[in-house]
């Protein structure tokens, strides 16, 4: 059941997490940074059951994500970063109950991060699922397997 808690209370509760699993300073500084660019957009004080695919896609296709306050363009790899922490702080907060589903639009790489299974067979298939994303086990269901390729031959 998603609970009415902030962006930024979450985003706080995140980073606090991150520390006690033993992130470097550094990162969490630089996560940090990520969600201030992320408040800055979305809302600092907006409750995270209330953020939508689409507030998230317009976030992924905002000058305030893709543009440094000079108008020049930001790097891909800081642009993917950044992304991939509102990510990974969305999952962690439906993993903790502040949100029923992720708010990520359909076309959002779901990747790997600290956590292990994230994304993957085991743990990470539902979030992907409820994301919109397809995995490779998707792709080949119903495909033939080297058992049905021999059979098919011998018959």
Do not use: C
């Amino acid at each position: 059941m998603a609970t009415e808690i902030t962006l930024h209370d979450a985003a706080e509760a995140y980073l606090a997490h991150l520390k006690t699993e033993g992130k470097s300073e550094a990162t969490v500084y630089t996560y940090r940074k990520d969600v201030e660019l992320i408040e800055s957009f979305l809302g600092k004080d907006r409750q995270l059951a209330k953020i939508i695919p689409a507030n998230v896609g317009k976030f992924f296709k905002s000058d305030t994500l893709l543009k440094k306050p000079s108008g020049a363009e930001r790097a891909k790899n800081t642009t993917d970063k950044t992304k991939r922490v509102l990510r990974m702080l969305l999952v962690w907060a439906k993993e903790q109950g502040y949100i029923d589903s992720l708010p990520l639009p359909k076309d959002t790489p779901m990747g790997r991060s600290g956590n292990k299974t994230e994304g993957t067979a085991e743990a990470g298939t539902s979030e992907l699922a409820e994301a919109g994303i397809s995995t490779p086990a998707d792709a080949t269901a119903g495909a033939p397997t080297e058992e049905t390729a021999d059979a098919g031959a011998q018959a």
